[in-house]
């Protein structure tokens, strides 16, 4: 079993800049990918980003790219999403998730494994 914590969210207001950790824990792996999403409410949760757990590809959805990077520390078992010039439209709860997989996948249906969510809301 892989649990993952997510801590950082808050308030922010439009324009500023938040970081949010994803901590892993449990079964050690040596491949994965770990994924961001965001729902909104009354909206499906989206894809934002993903990475490979050694840190290689990143990649975002369009809607983030340029403004949100995702890395990782593996000495401290943590992927990190830095989401500068936020937007209103950004609010939402986020969530990490993680699949024991080399490939990539947009869809949360792809990841087993999930935490427990984060809000970000970003003020106008």
């Known amino acids: 079993q892989v649990q993952l914590v997510e801590s950082g969210g808050g308030l922010v207001q439009a324009g500023g800049s938040l970081r949010l950790s994803c901590v892993a824990s449990g079964r050690t792996f040596s491949y994965a990918v770990v994924g961001w999403f965001r729902q909104a409410p009354g909206k499906e949760r989206g894809f934002v980003g993903a990475?490979?757990?050694?840190?290689?590809?990143?990649n975002y959805d369009d809607s983030v790219k340029g403004r949100f990077t995702i890395s990782t520390d593996n000495a401290k078992n943590t992927v990190y999403l830095q989401m500068n010039n936020l937007k209103p439209e950004d609010t939402a709860v986020y969530y990490c998730?993680?699949?024991?997989?080399?490939?990539?996948?947009?869809?949360?249906?792809?990841?087993?494994?999930w935490g427990q969510g984060a809000q970000v809301t970003v003020s106008s």
């Open positions: 990475i490979r757990w050694n840190g290689d590809s990143p």
């Open positions: 998730a993680a699949r024991l997989s080399f490939t990539f996948s947009t869809s949360a249906s792809g990841y087993a494994y």
